[in-house]
């Protein structure tokens, strides 16, 4: 289990410290919501956790295949809607620098689809939020 320890810093933005790797990032609102677009939002980290996840899903086949992790680009559009407030969609696309056959587009298409983040989107989660005292 993960546990994040997230700090309200006000003007919409939030501190983020990850307790195992002793990391920590800031974050703001997205800027259809009045954010400043200094930092990540919290559907940027949604959408940065989904292409993150496909390309960790997909990189043993791209080397298996001969294609060096340099040659490959993962490139991550979501787009929200006002009302109501979420992700409308997000667009993964996966840049292959070098020709490819399209069985192996296939396999990675149909790889990327496996991944924890995806299967996750996939179904609604539970969600608790609790308050402690």
Known sequence: ???????????????????????????????????????FSSTDLLAA???????????DILLRNGIPLENVEIIVTKELSVLPKQIKFILVKIVIKQDVTDKLIHIIGKAAKTCMVHNSLSIKPEIKVEKAI
Not at 18 to 38: D, M, Q, R
Not at 49 to 59: E, F, H, R, Y
């Open 49 to 59: 956790a989904l292409g993150t996840c496909i390309a960790t899903t997909i990189d």
């Open 1 to 39: 289990m993960t546990e994040l320890n997230i700090q309200m810093l006000g003007n919409k933005a939030c501190k983020v410290n990850h307790h195992a790797c002793k990391t920590e990032i800031v974050t703001s609102t997205a800027p259809e919501y009045g954010g400043t677009l200094n930092e």
